[in-house]
Structures are given as C-alpha cells and as structure tokens.
C-alpha cells in the first residue's frame, strides 16, 4: 500500500466572464440605472401626462347643473354659442333696415348660418345646435321672400314657441314635467327625482317658469310678427333669448342646488 501523498494545491478556477450588458467598473451604468423613472403620482394613470391640457369645457344646462358655481357663459354655450345664436337675426334685421331687400337679408343669414355650421363639422364638434338653427333660418328666409314681408321670416321662431310651450303644458299636465326629465337625465344624483315629492314640486316649478318664458315670447313678438314691425321683432328675439334664457337657467340652477342640499347630495 503506497504513503499517501500530500494535497496539491488545487488549480485556481478562472472567474466568470462579465454579461456584455453588465455593468463593469470601467463602464457607466446605463441610464435607467443612472436617472431612475419617477414615481407615478398616486391616482394618476400610466399613460397620462401631468401635464397634458384638459379636454374642452362642457357648455349647457346639463353642465351647469353639476357645478357649484353657476356661469352664465356656460349655460348659454359660451361666446359660440352667443354668436350662432345672434349673428343670424341681427344680420337679417340691420341687411333689411338699410337695403329693404328681403333676398339679401334672407340669404346673406342663410349663408352665415351655413358657414358656422361648416365650421363646426370641420372642428369635429356637434352641429346640432347649429343644423336646426339652419332649418329655421333657412325657412324663415324662403318664406319671406316668397311673401316679400320681412316679418315672415319669423314665423319658424313663433311657430317653435308655440310647440314647446304646447310639450311642456302636457309634461305638466301628465305631472311628469319636461326639466325634471331632462334633469334626471343630465344629473345622476336626481335621477329618482319622480318618486321624490319635494323632486317632482321643484321640478314643476322649474317647468312653469320656462312655460312663461314661451308665454311671454307669443304675448310680446307674436303681435310684432302680425303687424309688420321687423325691426322691433328682431330685437325682442335678440332680448328675449339667450339674456331671458340665461336668466331662467339660473333660477332653475338655483332651485336644483337647493334639493340637492335637503337630500344631503351637494
């Protein structure tokens, strides 16, 4: 049996060789390691931007009703919707007091109408408001000249007073009243406002104050249009519409924030 022999030092294993991505004391670290990612704000989604621009404003009564602060421009649509709403009676009015040609008032309204209504196709904003304005102005147009009375062009406007006073006089009737429909539509928070009594009383309050606004339009311009007068006409068109619509958003507003604070909604 031969001595055992003494341990030979065993031969020194060689060290890995580094990854090519690895960092090595030579080379910088790459840059996610050098300038880490912020963190996200808590609430804030990945791909959004802290800074990134709000979307449009939302404009009418349905938006006005959700904010705790009421604004006048918003509930009539902004400075758009001032101009959409009054350039075409104040053109067709001032064309005709200085030409008393009836076929460049009507037309040059027309046209204008036309062109707002591009204008918003173009923008990819909704042409609603717009398009039914086009109808009225455009047939408003068509019936003066075939008369040759500028007062004919208002004919559509009183014929649109009289219909919606006519709808919300059955909503009433039916003690279903049109704003606390609409309204329920448009706020969530009331959407149960028909099994609610004090609901349905504030809501047919509402209702009734847009009833006389309709009322009163018939009573003021209705006996303008019977007469001849075309530039009063316009302009009690002009007064009482948007400002007198402003005007009454408010006191509805003013009705609607007041339920919600008794139901403990605000």
Same mark, same amino acid.
């Given at each position: ?80 919707? %001032? ?23 009507? %037309? ?61 006089? %059955? ?76 005007? %009454? ?18």
């Amino acid at each position: 049996m031969s001595p055992a022999q003494p341990p030979t030092p065993s031969e020194p294993v060689p060290a890995p060789l580094p990854s090519p991505d690895a960092p090595t004391p030579e080379s910088p670290a790459p840059a996610d390691a050098r300038h880490p990612a912020p963190e996200q704000p808590a609430g804030q989604l990945p791909d959004e931007h802290p800074h990134a621009l709000p979307g449009r404003r939302r404009s009418g009564l349905g938006a006005v009703l959700q904010e705790e602060e009421f604004s006048a421009a918003d509930a009539i649509g902004g400075p758009r919707g %001032i101009v959409e709403s009054v350039l075409p009676t104040l053109l067709f009015v001032v064309l005709f007091v200085l030409t008393r040609s009836v076929m460049i008032a009507g %037309i040059t309204a027309t046209a204008v109408v036309l062109v707002l209504l591009v204008a918003r196709i173009l923008q990819r904003e909704s042409p609603g408001t717009v398009l039914g304005g086009l109808v009225g102005v455009a047939l408003g147009a068509v019936l003066a000249i075939r008369s040759g009375e500028g007062s004919d062009f208002y004919w559509p406007g009183i014929v649109t007073n009289a219909v919606a006073l006519l709808v919300l006089g %059955i909503s009433l009737a039916l003690r279903r009243p049109l704003v606390g429909l609409l309204v329920g539509l448009l706020d969530p928070r009331v959407a149960d406002w028909a099994e609610d009594r004090d609901a349905r009383r504030v809501y047919t309050r509402a209702t009734l104050l847009f009833a006389g606004l309709y009322v009163a339009k018939l009573a003021v311009q209705l006996p303008l249009l019977l007469t001849g007068q075309v530039a009063a006409l316009g302009a009690a068109k002009i007064a009482m519409g948007l400002p007198a619509f402003a005007v %009454i958003a408010y006191l509805v507003w003013l009705m609607h924030r007041g339920l919600l604070v008794r139901r403990g909604q605000r």
